[in-house]
């Protein structure tokens, strides 16, 4: 039985937060942001502290936590499926477990409004459970940027299939304003506009423009400017997974996207920063003799 997520001191305080006790045993709810898109990720956290005296053991089947979520008017949320959480971890007395849950895929709750998240949790050797006090989100929309909504482009075939018609997805590039940031945000939907993907990417200033284009791969580079003189290049695959992540600085000239003879993308003007948020991570420069 592995333990997870063990911490030994204090943890900055989320966005949103609360906690229930029972037996010396304290259980809250976290989130890391107050405002989501409909279909993104709910980073949603439960920290378990155990100061029973005991050991603890949980996880060992698909209900030793049970999720609920409401709207508005305390209206349950549609279940969609049943969300896997089954994996046994034990806590000793005196430590500290996170367990990060993502609920988005198995619950509906894609329309704009305020959310509740509460939780059961079921200690089974003691045959007793805790009921973690509620947590608050807000669904909202972001805008889409003109010119840069709705990049349709085809999937490729799948090795040995021929004379079909290819699958059509959409890019889309939105502005989200935050209380205190703002943040461009990545969607990708499919041909009926579904949600297969949406994510922020990074963060913008009032002033941005974004630029965007697509590649011979299909794939999407987006550089957008992130500070005064900084920008962040961004390239993402038509399944929405990362390709690539980078940090541009404005020098003599402003960093823009160009494409090459041979029809590479790639940024021009300006030089890169290494910095701990790129993909791949950067190579560390090597010592000197």
């Not at 039985?1 to 010396?24: C, T």
């Not at 999937?155 to 290819?166: D, R, S, W």
């Not at 990362?242 to 041979?262: C, E, F, K, M």
Request: with cysteine; charged share 20%.
């Amino acid at each position: 039985m592995k333990k997870i997520g063990l911490l030994a001191g204090l943890i900055v305080l989320a966005v949103s937060s609360a906690q229930a006790q029972l037996n010396g045993v304290t259980a809250e709810l976290r989130l890391d942001q107050d405002q989501y898109l409909p279909g993104e990720d709910l980073q949603l956290k439960v920290r378990i502290t155990n100061r029973s005296g005991q050991q603890i053991n949980l996880g060992a089947d698909n209900d030793w936590i049970v999720l609920s979520i409401a709207g508005e008017n305390n209206l349950p949320c549609t279940k969609l499926g049943d969300m896997p959480v089954q994996d046994p971890f034990s806590l000793l007395t005196g430590e500290v477990g996170i367990r990060p849950l993502n609920p988005t895929p198995y619950f509906d709750f894609r329309r704009l409004g305020r959310y509740r998240v509460t939780a059961r949790i079921r200690l089974a050797q003691w045959g007793q459970e805790i009921t973690c006090r509620p947590v608050s989100f807000t669904v909202s929309t972001g805008v889409p940027l003109p010119n840069l909504a709705n990049l349709q482009f085809g999937v490729p075939q799948p090795a040995g299939v021929t004379n079909a018609p290819p699958e059509v997805r959409n890019y889309s590039l939105l502005k989200v304003s935050f209380l205190k940031e703002m943040k461009l945000y990545f969607r990708l939907t499919d041909n009926k506009g579904k949600i297969m993907r949406i994510f922020p990417i990074a963060r913008m200033t009032s002033f941005s423009e974004p630029e965007a284009q697509i590649d011979r791969y299909n794939n999407l580079h987006v550089l957008s400017q992130g500070g005064a003189r900084s920008f962040a290049y961004c390239v993402l695959a038509p399944d929405g997974r990362w390709v690539a992540r980078q940090t541009y600085i404005y020098t003599g000239t402003r960093p823009v996207l160009r494409v090459s003879a041979d029809g590479q993308i790639f940024v021009a003007g300006g030089a890169r920063r290494l910095s701990t948020e790129d993909f791949p991570a950067a190579a560390p420069e090597s010592a000197g003799p």
